[in-house]
C-alpha cells in the first residue's frame, strides 16, 4: 500500500512535468494511496520539541534555538513543534513568533490527537536549494480540525528560481502550502508571497475555509496560481486579495460545492473552472459559485475551460458567476472547450468533447473590456453547452478602435437584461 508521502510525491511529479493547465491537476486519489499514516504523536517526541511546550499546549519554536535570521536553517525545530503538538492530548497550538526564519520542506501530517492551530506571526522563508525537495514545501496530510493563522508570511522566495522553470534542467518546483486530506480546515490572515509553485493547493479535502489572505507574485510567471481546488467538497474561499502570473483561483475536476466570493483578483489570469478532460478518471465539476468579485487587468476573466479531445468523460454544470466587476479585462467571460495549452493535446483531435457543459449562469458581470471580443463562448459541435444564462451582463470594450462583440459557438441558452452586442445566444 503506498504511502501517503508517496502518494503526494505522485501527484507533485505528475503536476510539474507538464506546464500551465497541465500543473491544475492534482492527481492523488481516493483508495490505497489514500490510507492514513500513523498519528503523528504515536511515538515519543523528541526531546526539543519537548521543551518547547507552553501554556495552554502552545509549541513555540523560539524555545528551540532558532535564529530568526532568515538564514539559518530552522527546518528541524518547526517540524519538531509540529511532531509535538499533533501528539498532544486535546487542543494545540505550534507558535511561529516574528522573525525570519529559513526552512525546507515541512511534513505536518496526521491523524492528530486533538485540534491544531498553526499561529504564524512570523515569516517561514522556503529554502531555494531545491534538491531538498521530493513534493512541496508545507503538505498537511490527514489531519482534521486544523487552523493556520496569523499575521505572517509564508514567503516561498520564487524570485530566486523562476527563471530556472524555463530550462529543461529543473521541470518539478514545490507548491508552497498543500492542504491533502484535511476536513475541517481554515487558513487566514496569513499572507502568501512569491511560490515556486502554486500558492495554496487544496486536493481531497472537505470542509475547507481560506479567507482573509493576500498572495502575491509576479504577474508574467504562470503556474504561480493563487488557490487550487481539485477532488474537494463544501470549500470556501472569500475576502482576499490574489494577483500572481496564473489563475487567482482555479478549480479542478472532482469539486463540489466551492464558493469563490469577495476577491480582488489581478494580475493574473483570472478565475477559472478547468482544465478539464486532461486526465483519465476524473470526476465531474458540480455547484460552484464565484460571487461578488473584482478583477483588475487580468488576461481573461471568468473561464470554463475543458480539452478538445478529453481523456475523461465528465460533467461540468450548476456553475454561476454574478455580481462581478470587470476593470480592463481581457476576454472576460469565456466558455472554452477547445482548449489545448501550447498545443500539447491528450489525444488526436477529432472535434468533440467528452466534458458536458451544462447549466451556466453569467449575472451582473459589468465593467470593461481590454479586447473588443468581451463575451466567447466556444462550444463543441459534438457536446454543446446547454443552459447557458447571461443576465444583465454589460461589458463594454474600453478602447476606441473597435466596438464591444461576442462570439456564441454551439451555445444554447437565454439572454436577458444584457448588452444587445452580448445577447449571442441561440
Not at 70 to 84: E, F, I, L, R
Request: net charge neutral.
Amino acid at each position: 500500500m503506498a504511502s501517503a508521502n508517496n502518494a503526494l510525491r505522485v501527484f507533485f511529479i505528475l503536476a510539474v512535468v507538464s506546464a500551465v493547465c497541465t500543473a491544475k491537476r492534482t492527481g492523488a486519489k481516493t483508495g490505497d494511496s489514500a490510507a492514513a499514516p500513523a498519528a503523528s504523536g504515536g511515538a515519543a517526541a523528541s526531546e526539543g520539541a519537548t521543551k518547547a511546550a507552553g501554556a495552554s499546549g502552545t509549541f513555540d519554536i523560539s524555545k528551540l534555538g532558532v535564529t530568526s535570521d532568515g538564514k539559518t536553517d530552522s527546518t528541524k525545530a518547526v517540524q519538531d513543534a509540529w511532531t509535538s503538538a499533533c501528539g498532544a492530548t486535546g487542543s494545540a497550538t505550534v507558535l511561529i513568533p516574528k522573525g525570519d526564519y529559513l526552512v525546507g520542506p515541512l511534513n505536518f501530517s496526521g491523524p492528530c490527537k486533538g485540534a491544531i492551530t498553526i499561529q504564524l506571526d512570523g515569516n517561514l522563508l522556503g529554502s531555494n536549494d531545491l534538491a531538498k525537495y521530493t513534493a512541496s514545501w508545507i503538505e498537511v496530510s490527514h489531519v482534521d480540525n486544523i487552523v493556520i493563522t496569523g499575521s505572517g508570511t509564508l514567503d516561498g522566495q520564487g524570485t530566486a528560481v523562476y527563471t530556472k522553470t524555463k530550462t529543461d534542467t529543473v521541470k518539478a518546483m514545490p507548491n508552497t502550502l498543500v492542504l491533502f486530506y484535511v476536513t475541517n480546515g481554515t487558513v487566514s490572515g496569513i499572507k502568501l508571497l512569491n511560490s515556486k509553485f502554486f500558492h495554496i493547493n487544496i486536493d481531497a479535502s472537505k470542509n475547507i475555509t481560506v479567507k482573509d489572505v493576500n498572495i502575491t507574485a509576479p504577474g508574467d510567471v504562470e503556474n504561480t496560481d493563487g488557490v487550487h481546488v481539485g477532488e474537494s467538497s463544501k470549500v470556501s474561499i472569500t475576502n482576499s486579495t490574489i494577483g500572481t502570473g496564473d489563475d487567482c483561483v482555479s478549480v479542478g475536476p472532482g469539486s463540489d460545492g466551492v464558493m469563490v466570493n469577495s476577491i480582488i483578483c489581478g494580475p493574473g489570469q483570472g478565475i477559472s473552472i478547468g482544465c478539464l478532460g486532461r486526465y483519465k478518471d476524473e470526476k465531474d465539476v458540480k455547484d460552484v459559485t464565484v460571487r461578488d468579485c473584482v478583477l483588475k487587468k487580468t488576461t481573461n476573466g471568468v473561464r470554463i475551460k475543458s480539452y478538445e479531445d478529453a481523456e475523461s468523460v465528465l460533467t461540468a454544470s450548476h456553475l454561476t458567476f454574478e455580481n462581478i466587476r470587470m476593470e480592463e479585462v481581457a476576454n472576460p467571460i469565456i466558455i472554452d472547450q477547445y482548449f489545448c495549452p501550447q498545443k500539447v493535446c491528450p489525444g488526436k483531435q477529432s472535434n468533440s468533447s467528452h466534458v458536458v457543459v451544462k447549466d451556466v449562469t453569467f449575472r451582473n458581470i459589468t465593467g470593461t473590456s481590454s479586447t473588443p471580443q468581451a463575451i466567447s463562448l466556444l462550444c463543441s459541435q459534438s457536446q454543446p453547452c446547454s443552459g447557458v444564462s447571461l443576465i444583465d451582463v454589460n461589458v463594454e470594450y474600453a478602447g476606441k478602435n473597435n466596438k464591444t462583440m461576442a462570439v456564441c459557438n454551439n451555445a444554447k441558452g437565454t439572454a436577458k437584461g444584457s448588452a444587445e452586442a452580448l445577447a449571442c445566444l441561440a
